[in-house]
């Protein structure tokens, strides 16, 4: 491989966490949704200390003259830089902001003696029951402190003056933790930290209160299962449960502590609490800022203006759903479409008295899902019904246990993967035999089969009954039910229609940009244009460089890590990449490819990372209908032209926001487009 270079991945993903605080600080964007931005910025920072922070720690001890380690000093910088652009935004943007709406939100500042009767009821009524109290001792490993929990940690000074420390939890995973209280025509909004605060001298009678912090410590998220297990699913099934058990235990990755504690105390709490090899980080007042998801109040003009999920079909009383898909495919777009569809897919599965067998993929499951409810009903029904349950799905895993338990019960074959290698792919398939005669009808899918994320992330649903490439998704379930950890010689599957990770979706995706490099050779017409959220893998981005420089123009619309570096001459000069975040979640993956003029169009579930190419089965697919692609390369270009929500890396890794004469905001656009463009072109009626 020549050598290019590469954006680091840690970095990348800060880069665009920093996009996301971006949106907080759009004065564009309502109030109450630049909160919001902060809980989502939150959240992400959260999960980046359990699962990528251990990552760079563990590189940093593990050879100090690599170099490699200065990547963990440059993401605790930025972390740094950004934290205090966080503090800056809440405390001159945004708290001013809300004054302005009649809202007080008490951040860091006095209770108002009108309202500390009312937070003294809730104290006792409501958050004394869950409080727990720990003195911190002298000994080293005296307290566990959770992953993720908040404490507080309380300075108190007895008669003779001798001080002592003690923690409090903050029960924010029982409680809300934020309270609204109306007084006097004022409406206030409350921490659960500052109700316990404000009722101290309950916990201590007698003790003088000379300081009270909020701490935090956050926790490696691995899991480690064990390479020599059976491969029987309840060995495999109660070791990831063993292993969740112990999640919360991780070794510590981030100290989290208030401002201005006294130094003794702070080296006290370290040493008590075994936090010596964890990043000391100096915070906020508040911590856990993902709560701010649930802000005690609403208001029109202060959140988005409704978008009402748009219909996909009409369908008459005397109409089914599988009778259109035999006549023309079909696709979802959401949430700018609803979910019915999806829904009505598996209700038809379940009841249709031609469907003998199901065969499903679930990667991240809703905690009331109808769709598995409807494989349950499909199986008592008389259905085969075979699904493949990803047991390791991050964060996922304890749902899926639970759904994969009572579909196991319900009478659903469950199939767990390999330990070695997950299944992301997002598919299901369904046979129906009439008159003798069988025949497919199936999903493919760019996101999960979940109908919670379907109302806030962006993806795109095919329903076909494409007989040729569902013939090829059969056999991929044939495949995964050996549940081997790579395919083997006997294992060959002659795909022509799918793309599938362990077989060939690398190697067809190569073949894809090297003849868009033979064509601009040649001075045809050339051209790529990708979306996803993640890009990564190393061989593939050298083929993007190699076809930059071939001179193809290439558009990448890549949400969250990039590691390609765009705009180095004699390397991807000819490569733009722009980031979109906004209202929704972009979550699709578009793959096109102009091939002088025939274009070809595919989407599915995976990214170009080195986890989705090499550890996953991932599902990409054709779209054949003219119709469909001609609409998703629209959305394609509508995304394109987006110089409000899009944002152009640069060589710096920095998020330069687009320019235009014409302001476009794209996931408005798409919704437009949508509503005059898909309805009124679908024949419903029967024949």
């Known amino acids: 491989m020549k050598e290019y270079v590469f954006f680091n991945r840690d970095l990348s993903w800060l880069s665009f966490n920093e996009r996301v605080l971006m949106e907080a600080e759009n004065e564009q964007v309502p109030l109450l949704e630049r909160i919001r931005f902060l809980a989502i910025y939150s959240s992400n920072l959260d999960e980046f200390y359990r699962v990528r922070m251990p990552v ?89 402190a959770e992953n993720n929990r908040l404490y507080q940690a309380v300075i108190l000074s007895d008669a003779a003056g001798i001080e002592r420390l003690e923690l409090i939890t903050i029960p924010s995973e029982a409680l809300p933790r934020l309270y609204a209280v109306n007084k006097d025509d004022q409406k206030y909004v409350v921490f659960l930290d500052d109700i316990i605060r404000n009722n101290l001298a309950y916990l201590f009678p007698g003790e003088a209160i000379k300081g009270v912090f909020n701490i935090k410590v956050t926790r490696n998220a691995e899991l480690n299962i064990k390479e020599e297990i059976d491969d029987l699913d309840e060995d495999i099934t109660a070791e990831l449960e063993k292993e969740l058990k112990k999640r919360d235990l991780g070794i510590a990755t981030r100290f989290l502590c208030q401002p201005g504690i006294p130094l003794r105390h702070l080296y006290r709490m370290m040493y008590a609490l075994n936090l010596s090899k964890s990043s000391i980080v100096e915070g906020g007042f508040y911590h856990n800022m993902k709560d701010l998801n649930s802000f005690p109040l609403n208001g029109t003009a202060l959140n988005y203006p409704k978008w009402p999920a748009l219909p996909v079909l009409l369908l008459k009383k005397e109409d089914t759903l599988f009778s259109q898909i035999q006549k023309k495919d079909l696709m979802v777009h959401v949430p700018y479409q609803n979910y019915d569809l999806v829904l009505r897919f598996f209700n038809e599965a379940a009841n249709d008295s031609f469907v003998e067998e199901i065969y499903v993929t679930l990667y991240r499951v809703a905690d009331n899902s109808r769709i598995v409810n409807a494989l349950m009903s499909a199986a008592k029904n008389g259905k085969k019904v075979s699904v493949m349950v990803e047991l390791k799905a991050r964060f996922d895993e304890a749902n899926n246990i639970k759904w994969a338990s009572q579909m196991k019960a319900a009478g659903v074959k469950i199939i767990y993967s390999n330990k070695e290698l997950k299944v992301h792919a997002k598919v299901a398939l369904v046979k129906r035999t009439i008159r003798d005669q069988s025949q497919y009808l199936g999903l493919l899918a760019t996101g999960n089969l979940n109908e919670s994320t379907a109302r806030f992330y962006t993806d795109h649903i095919l329903l076909t009954a494409n007989q040729d490439m569902l013939a090829e998704l059969k056999q991929l379930f044939g495949f995964l039910s050996k549940k081997k950890k790579k395919p083997m010689p006997e294992d060959t599957i002659n795909f022509k229609h799918l793309l599938v990770a362990q077989f060939n979706l690398q190697q067809r995706f190569i073949s894809l940009i090297d003849r868009e490099i033979q064509n601009a050779k040649k001075g045809l017409a050339s051209g790529i244009t990708i979306k996803m959220n993640n890009l990564e893998e190393k061989i593939l981005i050298a083929k993007l460089y190699e076809a930059s420089n071939a001179g193809v123009k290439i558009q990448l619309i890549v949400r969250s890590v990039c590691c390609l570096i765009p705009g180095i001459p004699g390397q991807s000069e000819n490569i733009i990449v722009k980031r979109i975040v906004d209202r929704y979640l972009e979550h699709g993956r578009i793959f096109l490819f102009h091939n002088n003029g025939e274009q070809e169009l595919f989407m599915g579930s995976a990214d170009w990372m080195n986890r989705n190419i090499y550890g996953r089965i991932e599902v990409c697919f054709p779209i054949y209908s003219e119709e469909l692609k001609i609409r998703l390369i629209e959305i394609l270009n509508l995304q394109w032209r987006d110089t409000v929500q899009a944002v152009e890396l640069n060589e710096e890794l920095q998020n330069n926001y687009c320019q235009g004469e014409i302001q476009s905001c794209s996931q408005q656009a798409i919704y437009e487009f949508l509503k005059e463009n898909t309805v009124s072109t679908i024949e419903y009626k029967t024949s």
């Open 56 to 144: 760079l720690m563990a590189i940093d001890n593990f050879d100090e003259n690599s170099g490699l380690n200065n990547n963990y000093y440059k993401a605790q910088f930025l972390i740094n830089q950004q934290q205090q652009r966080f503090g800056h935004l809440l405390a001159n943007q945004l708290l001013p902001a809300l004054k302005a709406e009649n809202i007080h939100w008490l951040y860091n500042e006095p209770i108002p003696e009108s309202i500390t009767d009312e937070l003294a009821r809730i104290f006792f009524n409501e958050v004394l029951a869950y409080i727990r109290l720990f003195r911190i001792e002298q000994d080293e490993n005296a307290f566990f």
